[in-house]
């Protein structure tokens, strides 16, 4: 019903920023609370960032709080999450999901998920 496309991703330098996009398809994203999640490998998939529909409200992960902003624009059916101040623990599969539960951190709440778009951070 909803599909969803991230870009933006890539190797970066600890210290250094980048800015993930995620275009959605579909008539009713501005009803979606949406979210970023990342996974390293072999570890859980995580909670990173959430937004509420209109956007006018957000929380984050403790470990991205102050470095990471979600954003959205309705009309271009897109969030985005930059990112600054890179760590390598940063270091992730990056994924965009639709239609979560806002305010949880649960990757279970969320409906629908993008395919993941790779940042590497560098020491």
């Known amino acids: 019903q909803v599909q969803l496309v991230e870009s933006g991703g890539g190797l970066v330098q600890a210290g250094g920023s980048l800015r993930l996009s995620c275009a959605a398809s579909?008539?009713?994203?501005?009803?979606?609370?949406m979210g970023w999640f990342r996974q390293a490998p072999g570890k859980e998939r995580d909670f990173v960032a959430g937004i509420s529909s209109g956007g006018g409200s957000t929380y984050y992960a403790d470990s991205v709080k102050g470095r990471f902003t979600i954003s959205r624009d309705n009309a271009k059916n897109t969030v985005y999450l930059q990112m600054n101040s890179l760590k390598p623990e940063d270091t992730a599969v990056y994924y965009c999901?639709?239609?979560?539960?806002?305010?949880?951190?649960?990757?279970?709440?969320?409906?629908?998920w993008g395919q993941g778009t790779q940042v590497t951070v560098s020491s």
């Open positions: 579909g008539r009713t994203f501005s009803r979606y609370t």
């Open positions: 999901a639709a239609n979560g539960i806002y305010g949880q951190k649960l990757a279970s709440s969320y409906d629908y």
